[in-house]
C-alpha cells in the first residue's frame, strides 16, 4: 500500500509458531496461559524507534491482520497516549470485557477504524460487531466497517484504510468509494 509521507515499520512476530512454520504474536493455549512479554517488548522498542524517527504519537497508526489485529488494540488501548489511530483488520479480539477495561483513560479517544470480511471462515464478523458495539457503549472513538470478502480484505477496505490513514479521522470516511 503506497501513501506518500507515510512511513511503514512492520515488525516479525516473536515467537515461533507450534506448527512449526512462521511466526506468531502470542505463545501458548487457553489452558496453559498466553505468554506476550517478547511481543510487548518488541512493540515498546518499535515505539521508541519511530518517535526517535521523529512521529509523534498523534502521528503514529497502529495496523494490525487477524491476530496482529487484536495486538494493534491491546497494545493501542494500553499507551498512556492518545495515537492518531488503530486499525485492526479481522481481528480476534478473545476477552472485549479485559480490553476495554485495561485500556488508558488518554487511549480511550484514539480513533479506531475496525474493518471485517462478512464472509470471514476464520474469525466470525459478528465478533467484530460485538466488540466495536461494547467498546461504542464504553466511550470508544470506534467505527465497524463490515465489508464484501472473507479473511483477506480487498480494495474497497485498502481504500478505506488509506483515507484513514491520510485523514486520521473516522468521521471524514468516504464509505461509498
Known amino acids: ?41 518488541l512493540l515498546d522498542t518499535l515505539i521508541k524507534q519511530v518517535m526517535n ?15 496482529g489485529g487484536s495486538l494493534s488494540l491491546r497494545y493501542g488501548l494500553g499507551m498512556q497516549c492518545q495515537l492518531r489511530g488503530i486499525i485492526p483488520v479481522a481481528a480476534w479480539v478473545r476477552e472485549p470485557e479485559e480490553l476495554i477495561n485495561s485500556a488508558s483513560m488518554e487511549s480511550k479517544h484514539t480513533p479506531i477504524l475496525m474493518i471485517h470480511g462478512k464472509d470471514d471462515s476464520v474469525v466470525d464478523h459478528k465478533k467484530s460487531i460485538t466488540v466495536a458495539a461494547e467498546m461504542k457503549n464504553n466511550g470508544f472513538s470506534i467505527h465497524l466497517e463490515i465489508v464484501n470478502g472473507g479473511h483477506i480484505i480487498g480494495i474497497y477496505a485498502t481504500n478505506l484504510i488509506k483515507q484513514f490513514i491520510k485523514t486520521g479521522r473516522l468521521e471524514n470516511l468516504d464509505l461509498a468509494s
Open 53 to 67: 524517527d521523529g512521529f509523534d504519537p498523534d502521528n503514529i497508526i497502529l495496523l494490525g491482520f487477524s491476530m
Open 1 to 41: 500500500m503506497r501513501i506518500q509521507s507515510a512511513k511503514w515499520y512492520i515488525p516479525r512476530a516473536p515467537y515461533k509458531a507450534s506448527a512449526g512454520q512462521g511466526h506468531t504474536w502470542f505463545s501458548g493455549s487457553p489452558e496453559k496461559g498466553w505468554k506476550v512479554k517478547k511481543t510487548f517488548n
